[in-house]
């Protein structure tokens, strides 16, 4: 077969961490397709967020004049989602995608339950998901992050069952090695950490509510005792969209003040196609810290030990699915930063060999799902060319 022209339909400069899912899955697709990809990119945010264009004929006409076209993996499925025709983050007719010739493959979609769960959504995105169902030149996918789940209870099990599930890209990250002027000199190991300051109204709800300050706090504290500890420990934060730098300024605030000029440094915020400048540093580090879903699942993929901090259930259904759910922790903000610090205190004192080892057999077992996906996917596509 020539090379397939590929229409890919995601986000590329929305947050670092898709751009590490991209990296994952097209180098694991190269590896296990038997036909080479030449991909146009299409970002996302065009349609649902600038909307400087629209799903319309013109959309459809561009599309056709593809091989074929991979939408995802995003959050494309929103369970609360019941401002668009579609109960997804598509604004467009539940049938508007029939106007696609060519095969659509949605690829590693995740199922967004942060805002709760809408009827006329589900309703909506049950009527969208016929339509694709019915298609043979459709395929359908979800990442592995527990979204099988929220697809099965809210949307129901015949749509969970014809979907296969995979493993996110970012498991399967490669990152170019960048330099570090930020990385602390003088230091000999290096503890990562991902804040993420998007969703405060979610992610730091405690018993009293909305508590993004005391987790800041909370987190300055915890942090500064492990680098007391730790004379030669280095600390990076690495910041993957504009909210997680401003959470990390506040951390930083009330971090001790020799630390925070000695022993502290911030990753370049950075977008799109440079991506590798802020997750090398996960490639570098002795243990990563963090909250984002990319920034758990990519040093996992590359061998670093890493904690997670569940403040969005993709966290949480990640670790699970990995077998590594005793490698999450979750609470109000002082609890879910007091247990983050005790695994890292364990980690950086005992060793993460154990830790390692369990993480490269979960990821091998995921490669094999996936590249057993692969080979479904290429069959699919030979009968729908």
């Given at each position: 077969?020539?090379?397939?022209?590929?229409?890919?339909?995601?986000?590329?400069?929305?947050?670092?961490?898709?751009?590490?899912?991209?990296?994952?899955?097209?180098?694991?697709?190269?590896?296990?397709?038997?036909?080479?990809?030449?991909?146009?990119?299409?970002?996302?945010?065009?349609?649902?967020?600038?909307?400087?264009?629209?799903?319309?004929?013109?959309?459809?006409?561009?599309?056709?004049?593809?091989?074929?076209?991979?939408?995802?993996?995003?959050?494309?499925?929103?369970?609360?989602?019941?401002?668009?025709?579609?109960?997804?983050?598509?604004?467009?007719?539940?049938?508007?995608?029939?106007?696609?010739?060519?095969?659509?493959?949605?690829?590693?979609?995740?199922?967004?339950?942060?805002?709760?769960?809408?009827?006329?959504?589900?309703?909506?995105?049950?009527?969208?998901?016929?339509?694709?169902?019915?298609?043979?030149?459709?395929?359908?996918?979800?990442?592995?992050?527990?979204?099988?789940?929220?697809?099965?209870?809210?949307?129901?099990?015949?749509?969970?069952?014809?979907?296969?599930?995979?493993?996110?890209?970012?498991?399967?990250?490669?990152?170019?090695?960048?330099?570090?002027?930020?990385?602390?000199?003088?230091?000999?190991?290096?503890?990562?950490?991902?804040?993420?300051?998007?969703?405060?109204?979610?992610?730091?709800?405690?018993?009293?509510?909305?508590?993004?300050?005391?987790?800041?706090?909370?987190?300055?504290?915890?942090?500064?005792?492990?680098?007391?500890?730790?004379?030669?420990?280095?600390?990076?934060?690495?910041?993957?969209?504009?909210?997680?730098?401003?959470?990390?300024?506040?951390?930083?605030?009330?971090?001790?003040?020799?630390?925070?000029?000695?022993?502290?440094?911030?990753?370049?915020?950075?977008?799109?196609?440079?991506?590798?400048?802020?997750?090398?540093?996960?490639?570098?580090?002795?243990?990563?810290?963090?909250?984002?879903?990319?920034?758990?699942?990519?040093?996992?993929?590359?061998?670093?030990?890493?904690?997670?901090?569940?403040?969005?259930?993709?966290?949480?259904?990640?670790?699970?699915?990995?077998?590594?759910?005793?490698?999450?922790?979750?609470?109000?903000?002082?609890g879910l930063v007091e247990a983050a610090g005790a695994i890292a205190a364990r980690d950086l004192s005992d060793g993460t060999q154990t830790v390692r080892q369990r993480q490269q057999?979960?990821?091998?077992?995921?490669?094999?799902?996936?590249?057993a996906f692969h080979e479904a996917m290429a069959n699919w596509l030979e009968r729908t060319l």
């Amino acid at each position: 077969m020539a090379t397939l022209r590929v229409l890919h339909l995601a986000s590329f400069v929305g947050n670092i961490g898709d751009n590490a899912m991209h990296d994952g899955a097209c180098r694991t697709r190269a590896d296990d397709l038997p036909f080479e990809i030449a991909y146009e990119r299409l970002e996302i945010r065009e349609f649902i967020h600038w909307t400087t264009r629209r799903l319309d004929d013109a959309f459809l006409s561009y599309a056709n004049g593809f091989d074929a076209v991979i939408v995802g993996g995003d959050s494309l499925l929103q369970t609360w989602r019941d401002d668009t025709p579609t109960g997804t983050y598509l604004d467009c007719a539940p049938d508007f995608l029939a106007g696609v010739r060519r095969p659509i493959c949605f690829y590693g979609l995740g199922v967004d339950a942060t805002r709760g769960v809408s009827e006329t959504a589900m309703t909506r995105c049950r009527s969208f998901l016929d339509g694709l169902l019915a298609d043979r030149r459709r395929l359908l996918s979800v990442r592995d992050d527990g979204s099988i789940d929220l697809v099965r209870a809210h949307l129901g099990p015949a749509y969970a069952d014809a979907m296969a599930v995979i493993p996110d890209g970012g498991l399967f990250a490669r990152p170019e090695p960048c330099p570090h002027p930020e990385r602390p000199a003088g230091t000999e190991r290096l503890l990562a950490v991902n804040l993420a300051g998007d969703m405060p109204d979610k992610r730091f709800a405690g018993a009293g509510g909305g508590d993004r300050d005391a987790f800041c706090r909370a987190m300055a504290g915890m942090l500064s005792g492990v680098l007391a500890r730790d004379p030669g420990l280095g600390l990076v934060f690495v910041p993957h969209i504009h909210s997680d730098v401003a959470i990390v300024a506040d951390t930083l605030a009330a971090l001790d003040d020799r630390q925070r000029r000695t022993r502290v440094g911030i990753a370049p915020y950075v977008q799109g196609d440079h991506w590798s400048a802020g997750f090398d540093l996960y490639r570098e580090a002795d243990l990563v810290l963090a909250m984002r879903f990319h920034a758990n699942l990519v040093p996992i993929g590359l061998g670093v030990p890493a904690i997670g901090l569940d403040t969005h259930h993709k966290i949480g259904g990640a670790f699970a699915a990995l077998g590594l759910a005793d490698r999450c922790v979750s609470g109000d903000a002082r609890g879910l930063v007091e247990a983050a610090g005790a695994i890292a205190a364990r980690d950086l004192s005992d060793g993460t060999q154990t830790v390692r080892q369990r993480q490269q057999t979960a990821v091998a077992a995921k490669r094999a799902t996936l590249k057993a996906f692969h080979e479904a996917m290429a069959n699919w596509l030979e009968r729908t060319l």
